[in-house]
């Protein structure tokens, strides 16, 4: 039965819109260090939503310029092209993550892109302290790290007594019951579509091993840190669904971060108040 469902998901995946052009193409001359300002600006300018929340973003608190933001290309001077490739992706990516999901995983409307940016923010707030280089790549990983779940969402409440039996009475936690019963995991379906979506291989593993960082091989720190935010999301209760259940902390993550404890207790801490602080949201559905 697993690889009859696996077939009909890989052809839901087949099947997923791409990326409008647009946001391809401004995600393309982020990625370029020959483009320029005015590149950027005349692409954004043709989306009315994207330009209002990138000027909202520029003159938010949480940037704190001492002037208003008035213009796009003054708005990615300040924000930087990194934090405008996150933004761009968010408003992407949106209409798929707001969907409620409530057969399987248990997730109201919203709540999954509630999870979804919790996480992400926390990833980029783990990077920045731990100095990880690529912070906003770190915001996206963990933006799109359960994506698989909006395709897995039939098949799971289909098989969902014998998951949450594996869970309740047998002390496995929900991937290993989405394993055992399915042959796969939402992590594995999300890949698929990051790949379609032509992402580097570094943000393909951080969705398909947010779960088990140890088997990561072309950047384990990213995985690492995507996987210690989502652990902590979980935590904090954001968009709690039925798969809130049995989710630890990995031994190697802890170990590639040179996390303890103690500062894992800090980042909890300091990561609840940065979430608190709503200019911290890159973009708001409604």
Same mark, same amino acid.
């Given at each position: 039965?697993? =690889?009859?469902?696996?077939?009909?998901?890989? &052809? =839901?995946?087949?099947?997923?819109?791409?990326?409008?052009?647009?946001?391809?193409?401004?995600?393309?001359?982020?990625?370029?260090?020959?483009? $320029?300002?005015?590149?950027?600006?005349?692409?954004?300018?043709?989306?009315?939503?994207?330009?209002?929340?990138?000027?909202?973003?520029? &003159?938010?608190?949480?940037?704190?310029?001492?002037?208003?933001?008035?213009?796009?290309?003054?708005? $990615?001077?300040?924000?930087?092209?990194?934090?405008?490739?996150?933004?761009?992706?968010?408003?992407?990516?949106?209409?798929?993550?707001? =969907?409620?999901?409530?057969?399987?995983?248990?997730?109201? =409307?919203?709540?999954?892109?509630?999870?979804?940016?919790?996480?992400?923010?926390?990833?980029?707030?783990?990077?920045?302290?731990?100095?990880?280089?690529?912070?906003?790549?770190?915001?996206?990983?963990?933006?799109?790290?359960?994506?698989?779940?909006?395709?897995?969402?039939?098949?799971?409440?289909?098989?969902?007594?014998?998951?949450?039996?594996?869970?309740?009475?047998?002390?496995?936690?929900?991937?290993?019951?989405?394993?055992? $019963?399915?042959?796969?995991?939402?992590?594995?379906?999300?890949?698929?579509?990051?790949?379609?979506?032509?992402?580097?291989?570094?943000?393909?593993?951080?969705?398909?091993?947010?779960?088990?960082?140890?088997?990561?091989?072309?950047?384990?720190?990213?995985?690492?840190?995507?996987?210690?935010?989502?652990?902590?999301?979980?935590?904090?209760?954001?968009?709690?669904?039925?798969?809130?259940?049995?989710?630890?902390?990995?031994?190697?993550?802890?170990?590639?971060?040179?996390?303890?404890?103690?500062?894992?207790?800090?980042?909890?801490?300091?990561?609840?108040?940065?979430?608190?602080?709503?200019?911290?949201?890159?973009?708001?559905?409604?």
């Amino acid at each position: 039965m697993g =690889k009859i469902i696996l077939d009909n998901l890989i &052809n =839901k995946v087949e099947d997923m819109p791409i990326l409008p052009d647009r946001i391809s193409k401004i995600i393309s001359l982020t990625e370029d260090p020959d483009s $320029t300002i005015k590149d950027l600006e005349k692409e954004i300018l043709m989306d009315q939503s994207l330009t209002s929340e990138i000027l909202k973003l520029a &003159n938010s608190t949480y940037y704190g310029y001492a002037r208003s933001i008035s213009t796009v290309s003054e708005a $990615t001077v300040l924000l930087g092209s990194q934090a405008i490739k996150s933004l761009v992706l968010a408003s992407a990516v949106s209409q798929f993550l707001i =969907k409620e999901l409530p057969d399987g995983y248990g997730l109201e =409307k919203y709540a999954l892109w509630n999870q979804s940016q919790s996480c992400a923010i926390i990833s980029r707030f783990i990077a920045k302290k731990l100095k990880y280089p690529k912070a906003e790549e770190a915001y996206i990983s963990g933006l799109l790290r359960d994506i698989g779940k909006t395709i897995l969402n039939y098949y799971v409440a289909k098989e969902y007594g014998t998951i949450i039996n594996k869970v309740e009475k047998e002390g496995k936690t929900f991937i290993e019951a989405e394993e055992e $019963t399915l042959g796969f995991n939402h992590g594995e379906i999300g890949a698929k579509v990051a790949q379609k979506w032509n992402f580097p291989l570094a943000l393909v593993e951080s969705i398909l091993y947010h779960h088990s960082p140890e088997l990561s091989e072309t950047d384990p720190k990213l995985v690492s840190i995507v996987h210690i935010a989502d652990s902590i999301t979980m935590m904090l209760g954001v968009g709690l669904g039925n798969d809130g259940l049995s989710y630890n902390f990995s031994e190697f993550a802890l170990k590639t971060l040179n996390l303890d404890g103690e500062a894992i207790e800090k980042i909890i801490y300091e990561a609840t108040d940065y979430l608190n602080d709503r200019d911290s949201f890159n973009i708001v559905v409604s």
